[in-house]
């Protein structure tokens, strides 16, 4: 079956650096996702990655590892708006994307 | 700036009602979706579109139905409520089929089945 994991929650301070592993195994790949869900809001676009190596937007970053089905986000000299779920999606040979539970991030003063 | 927007944020409905949740999006886009998003659980693909009048079933479509009569509409229907089908139910859009694109979401509604 096809499958997404991410860790449920984590902690972390403010300014600090934070790491989000993604790890799936689908049928197929057609690249992966990264959205913020902010509490009772909708999810919004954060990054994709198709072929392997570090993409850096700003604060965020995102990395891929095909041979390893793995993906991390990390963000950077985190804020307090940063405290939201991330969610990780994989989209499969049938251009079906694929969702992690998401990754809900708590920032502390 | 893409816009999908749904309904209702919030709606309570009983038990064995018909309800219907509407989602619209401005951007012309060929794709629409409807999941459903629930603690612990990763979004459910419910039901997809490619076009007008064309539906598709996701991975959870039982109890469901949907309309496309229009582009930019895309309509979820729920032929008779039941409590296992409370959730957060959220619509998006993509611009193309079969093509690796990003989906914009409505803000989503908290529909409670009581």
Not at chain 1, 45 to 54: I, K, R, T
Not at chain 1, 64 to 88: P, T
Not at chain 2, 47 to 52: A, G, H
Request: aromatic share 12%; hydrophobic share 35%; charged share 20%.
């Amino acid at each position: 079956g096809q499958n997404i994991d991410q860790p449920t929650e984590m902690t972390a301070t403010e300014g600090a650096i934070v790491q989000i592993n993604c790890t799936y195994q689908t049928s197929g790949f057609n690249g992966l996702f990264w959205y913020q869900q902010h509490a009772g809001e909708a999810p919004t676009f954060l990054s994709y990655n198709v072929l392997d190596g570090l993409e850096e937007k700003g604060r965020f970053s995102s990395f891929l590892s095909r041979s390893k089905g793995y993906s991390y986000l990390l963000l950077k000299e985190l804020q307090m708006k940063d405290s939201a779920s991330y969610l990780c999606a994989v989209m499969d040979s049938n251009y079906q994307l694929i969702w992690g539970a998401g990754t809900k991030l708590i920032i502390k003063p | 700036d893409v816009k999908v927007t749904q309904s209702s944020r919030y709606l309570v409905k009983r038990t064995g009602e018909k309800v219907f949740l509407e989602c619209v999006q401005d951007m012309d886009h060929e794709n629409m979706f409807w999941y459903r998003q629930d603690p612990g659980l990763g979004l459910r693909l419910i039901y997809f579109s490619y076009d007008v009048k064309m539906k598709e079933k996701g991975d959870i479509p039982e109890g469901y139905s949907v309309s496309r009569e229009k582009k930019e509409r895309f309509s979820l229907i729920l032929e008779s409520a039941s409590t296992n089908q409370t959730s957060m139910y959220l619509c998006a859009s993509s611009w193309a089929a079969h093509v690796t694109d990003t989906q914009y979401f409505g803000p989503g509604t908290r529909l409670t089945v009581l």
